[in-house]
């Protein structure tokens, strides 16, 4: 990595996952890495423990989109105690003492990252959308009738890219490459007209 990344120990590393012990190591492997605890896993694991108690669920998803780690296992205890029944109180017990390992490592990275005096630009994202989409992007590279190509989906994903780094005009040569690479951006069933920003293309696309 040192050959392709120049510095790279001066460069911020995020390594997002679930709490699995071989994700954490990662953070030895760089000089300046941040381990964070992904929102999805986190917020499943808090719905999978306080199933049934839909008051105790919502304080602790919001406390949890807020941010504040305190507050979440402030709740997540306060319904270990009050629980009766030996299984939820086995999940909640499970859950506490995750979250207690996992204090500092649930906060966003961000907030750290600003902590220990680093910039962090506003276009930055939180971590963990992706988890629960894993499944949509398994069926469409797996072998059915709805499976994307490889090489589809190479060009939607590099479309996708160029589109969030602000360069998608630029990169777009043609508006037969739009046609073949831009589905995503049309509406389902019928032709639409997609204007490129700062560009002269006029496209007509399909919805393949």
Same mark, same amino acid.
């Given at each position: 990595?040192d050959?392709?990344?120049?510095?790279?120990?001066?460069?911020?590393?995020i390594?997002n996952?679930d709490e699995?012990?071989?994700i954490?190591q990662?953070e030895?492997?760089f000089?300046?890495?941040?381990?964070?605890?992904?929102?999805f896993h986190?917020s499943?694991?808090i719905?999978e423990a306080?199933?049934?108690d *839909?008051?105790? &669920?919502?304080?602790?998803h =919001?406390?949890?989109?807020?941010?504040d780690t !305190?507050?979440? /296992?402030q709740?997540?205890?306060?319904?270990?105690h009050?629980s009766?029944?030996?299984?939820?109180?086995?999940?909640?017990?499970v859950?506490?003492k995750?979250?207690t390992?996992?204090h500092?490592n649930i906060?966003?990275?961000?907030?750290?990252l600003?902590e220990?005096?680093?910039?962090?630009?506003?276009?930055?994202?939180?971590k963990?959308?992706?988890?629960?989409?894993v499944?949509?992007?398994k069926?469409?590279?797996?072998?059915r009738g709805?499976?994307?190509?490889?090489q589809g989906l *190479?060009g939607? &994903?590099?479309?996708?890219? =160029?589109l969030?780094?602000?360069?998608?005009? !630029?990169?777009? /040569?043609?508006?037969?490459i739009?046609?073949?690479?831009?589905?995503?951006?049309?509406?389902k069933?019928?032709?639409t007209?997609y204007?490129?920003t700062?560009?002269?293309n006029?496209?007509?696309?399909?919805?393949?």
């Amino acid at each position: 990595m040192d050959a392709k990344y120049k510095n790279i120990d001066a460069i911020p590393v995020i390594i997002n996952g679930d709490e699995a012990a071989w994700i954490k190591q990662g953070e030895g492997t760089f000089r300046t890495a941040f381990y964070q605890y992904d929102r999805f896993h986190i917020s499943r694991a808090i719905t999978e423990a306080l199933r049934g108690d *839909k008051g105790y &669920l919502n304080k602790a998803h =919001k406390a949890l989109a807020e941010g504040d780690t !305190e507050r979440l /296992l402030q709740v997540i205890n306060e319904a270990y105690h009050k629980s009766r029944e030996p299984a939820a109180k086995g999940r909640l017990n499970v859950l506490r003492k995750n979250l207690t390992n996992n204090h500092e490592n649930i906060r966003d990275y961000r907030q750290r990252l600003q902590e220990a005096g680093i910039k962090v630009l506003p276009t930055w994202r939180s971590k963990g959308a992706a988890g629960s989409n894993v499944d949509k992007f398994k069926n469409r590279i797996a072998k059915r009738g709805q499976a994307w190509s490889q090489q589809g989906l *190479k060009g939607i &994903l590099t479309c996708l890219a =160029k589109l969030y780094q602000g360069v998608l005009p !630029e990169f777009v /040569l043609t508006p037969k490459i739009l046609i073949i690479l831009l589905p995503l951006f049309c509406s389902k069933g019928k032709y639409t007209r997609y204007n490129l920003t700062h560009s002269q293309n006029n496209v007509y696309c399909y919805n393949l």
